[in-house]
């Protein structure tokens, strides 16, 4: 028999990931606090606060697999989260103009046995923006739900020069290694 897999995330791209690679699955968000705690890591973060959601979802549903994941950008030594306001997202977007930064998800399945999970790291290299390009993509309304205020598969593609790494991870999945762990996962079930 099948095993229910549940993604834990309301992110239409990552839904639309999922679903390039064939995976069936239901979609049931995890509502948890994802502040940052004080002298945590980018690392520490995108794996704690995926964890999270897995463990959140198994709390309701314990005979799943759960899929969750949290992807961040940093520059720094620096999180950017999703922009507050218009002034928050053109302040993250000098800081990325003209520079590289990591786009870092931690991908989590688990069931109520294990927990897999892998974080991706993933280099994205930016033009130099000047302001009007700036605030006229702030007006599209398609930053406002994506950390470091920006969509590569959106209208922000334009400013990537090149990536080194995992296109899928920047949008939002890594579907390489989430694939992996979801047949691990998936064995163990059987």
Not at 54 to 66: C, E, G, H, K, R
Not at 79 to 94: C, F, G
Not at 154 to 168: D, L, N, P, Q
């Amino acid at each position: 028999m099948a095993s229910r897999v549940i993604l834990a995330s309301a992110s239409p791209r990552r839904k639309e990931l999922l679903e390039q690679v064939g995976v069936e699955f239901e979609v049931y968000p995890a509502n948890i606090d994802e502040s940052q705690y004080p002298n945590e890591n980018i690392d520490q973060y995108v794996q704690r606060v995926a964890i999270a959601k897995a463990q959140a979802i198994l709390q309701q549903f314990p005979d799943v697999i759960v899929i969750a994941a949290d992807t961040t950008v940093g520059i720094d030594q620096h999180i950017l989260t999703k922009p507050r306001d218009e002034n928050d997202a053109l302040k993250m977007w000098r800081q990325l103009s003209g520079r590289s930064h990591q786009v870092k998800t931690t991908v989590v399945i688990a069931n109520k046995y294990k927990t897999f999970h892998d974080t991706v790291s993933t280099i994205v290299y930016f033009k130099v923006l000047d302001e009007v390009e700036m605030r006229r993509y702030w007006q599209t309304g398609e930053p406002c739900d994506k950390a470091a205020g920006y969509a590569i598969q959106g209208r922000a593609g334009a400013w990537v020069t090149r990536i080194e790494g995992s296109y899928s991870n920047v949008v939002g999945l890594p579907l390489y290694e989430t694939v992996q762990l979801l047949q691990q996962a998936l064995a163990q079930a059987e």
